[in-house]
């Protein structure tokens, strides 16, 4: 019998005691609301008429004979409201802080798309949204700082340790502990204690669930291999859940490599990391000998974590998904084919996705399919893939 918040061994709640309440409120709560045909109403309303779903799925036939082999298809999560996936679970976790009763809901962002949905759901429902952020993403990110600001987020600079997404986290945390009588923590990926990472891959499993039903109407077969980048992992996770008991159907889930995985300078935690806690989780976290979590780094803000969610641990150790890594360098490459080729500008997380594909989709048939989430737009990106040109050109 598998028990409630772990894929194997990984998963569970290892949490302060200040957090046990609010963390089993909301267990009640989303328990409740799945049970609720009310609730899946509302949120499929929003989905639809709100976010823009179903997003289409899209095939991108002058890559596909550029790279040769496989044909090339993506699902269009970067034509959602507000630019990715991240509206998907921040609709639903919103609708579950409306439940509470809570007027104030707080999240953490990396890359800022996670940020900008709270902000965009928060402002819909009229709730006050408080965003924790890495003062060195919101450096990178001025684009989606903009935008959260614009909708009426505060946005909280975190200046401490990495100041990344791991730390933004923290913070966020810390906020919940102090005043979660009237604050709902969304954790923007399907990582934390339990019932997080299950309930973010049930609100991203919509990706899955219309991917699989549009490459059967599209193309009737199902896709040799879906592909999709892997920071927390939530819009992998979302996507493999429409395609995990399709045995014939590769998982590939990729990493970033960021300046190579020799070094330190990388944010591959499957790939180089040993299993361990942080953020409420055993999982596979990047470690130093000490066993301390060490800091991770990535071009793309959104997969600069040092670790992953226990369900892709899972899905790692069982061999059902495998893992890759991939370098700015290369992220970099396939972002600029995709626009060259295709007129689509991808975030830089899914540009690490679209590198696998370019090496994946030669060495297949010209029968076989490769699905990839396009889990954001590079809108956020532009001014940092022009600094990253210029660099490589000097």
Not at 34 to 40: E, G, K, L, N, Y
Not at 185 to 210: D, N
Not at 226 to 249: P, Q, T, Y
């Amino acid at each position: 019998m598998v028990q409630a918040g772990y894929f194997g061994p990984y998963g569970g709640r290892y949490i302060a005691e200040t957090l046990r309440q609010p963390v089993q409120e909301i267990e009640a709560a989303w328990d409740a609301a799945r049970a609720d045909p009310q609730f899946h109403h509302q949120l499929s309303q929003l989905l639809q008429h709100y976010a823009g779903r179903p997003s289409p799925l899209y095939h991108a036939t002058r890559l596909s004979q550029a790279l040769g082999g496989a044909q090339v298809w993506f699902k269009r999560e970067d034509l959602n409201h507000t630019g990715s996936h991240k509206i998907n679970n921040c609709l639903g976790q919103v609708l579950l802080a409306q439940r509470l009763g809570k007027h104030r809901v707080i999240a953490e962002t990396g890359a800022g798309q996670h940020g900008v949905a709270m902000a965009t759901a928060c402002a819909l429902m009229g709730l006050q949204c408080v965003v924790y952020m890495g003062s060195d993403d919101i450096a990178r990110q001025h684009a989606n700082v903009q935008r959260m600001r614009l909708l009426g987020a505060q946005l909280v600079a975190v200046n401490e340790g990495s100041r990344t997404l791991r730390d933004a986290m923290n913070a966020a945390l810390r906020d919940w502990a102090e005043h979660y009588p009237d604050t709902y923590y969304a954790i923007g990926t399907a990582a934390g204690p339990h019932p997080y990472p299950t309930m973010v891959r049930e609100l991203q499993a919509v990706i899955g669930r219309e991917s699989r039903q549009q490459v059967l109407t599209r193309c009737g077969r199902l896709p040799h291999t879906v592909v999709a980048c892997v920071g927390g992992g939530s819009n992998a996770i979302g996507m493999f859940s429409g395609f995990i008991h399709d045995e014939g159907v590769q998982l590939l889930g990729v990493e970033a490599a960021g300046k190579g995985l020799h070094g330190y300078e990388h944010a591959a935690a499957l790939s180089c990391g040993q299993p361990g806690i942080l953020h409420g989780n055993l999982s596979y976290y990047l470690q130093d000998e000490q066993g301390q979590i060490r800091d991770a780094y990535s071009v793309s803000a959104g997969l600069d974590y040092p670790g992953v969610g226990p369900e892709h641990a899972w899905l790692h150790d069982t061999g059902r998904a495998r893992y890759t890594a991939v370098s700015d360098r290369q992220a970099l490459a396939a972002f600029l084919q995709c626009a060259r080729l295709e007129g689509i500008l991808p975030a830089l997380e899914a540009a690490h996705a679209l590198a696998a594909v370019q090496t994946l989709a030669p060495s297949l048939g010209a029968d076989d399919i490769v699905l990839m989430n396009l889990c954001g737009r590079g809108d956020k990106d532009v001014a940092l893939v022009e600094s990253l040109q210029a660099e490589t050109e000097a």
